[in-house]
């Protein structure tokens, strides 16, 4: 019967039954292997119906796994955009201003998005780098 039990599992699980009618099947079945194979614990009797499933199967690692992935993607689309928009505005501000000072290059490649975006509308309104990046230029004691 042990030789047999898993077929029949797979047999339940493989039939062409309407969800609903295929759980309980299945069910009534685990239960008569309970009964069965009363030995046995029900690891082993999982094991035997070739029930353990690995872990990467599970839908709870799935669900885990397909949020840390969503979340890790849309990190990495932000940094990107952040860091196309700082050697942009980098790139502007050296045309328009000369050469920028380490300052002004540590300031931008550490802002948000949104600070690079404001910066970005305001670069021909300014009349000085330090007034656009609202930093004072550094002094020399």
Do not use: H
């Not at 700082?86 to 045309?95: D, F, G, N, Q, S």
């Amino acid at each position: 019967m042990r030789q047999r039990a898993p077929v029949l599992w797979r047999t339940l699980c493989e039939a062409p039954l309407e969800p609903p009618v295929r759980e309980t099947l299945l069910r009534i079945f685990e239960f008569w292997c309970f009964e069965r194979f009363r030995s046995l614990t029900a690891e082993e009797l999982w094991t035997m119906l070739n029930l353990t499933t690995p872990l990467e199967e599970t839908r709870a690692y799935q669900s885990i796994y397909v949020k840390a992935k969503a979340e890790g993607e849309a990190r990495g689309e932000a940094r990107g955009e952040a860091r196309g928009k700082a050697e942009t505005l980098k790139r502007l501000l050296t045309r328009r201003f000369g050469p920028l000072p380490e300052w002004a290059r540590e300031r931008i490649d550490t802002a948000e998005v949104t600070r690079l975006d404001l910066w970005i509308d305001g670069l021909f309104d300014a009349d000085r780098l330090e007034s656009l990046l609202d930093e004072p230029p550094a002094t020399t004691q």
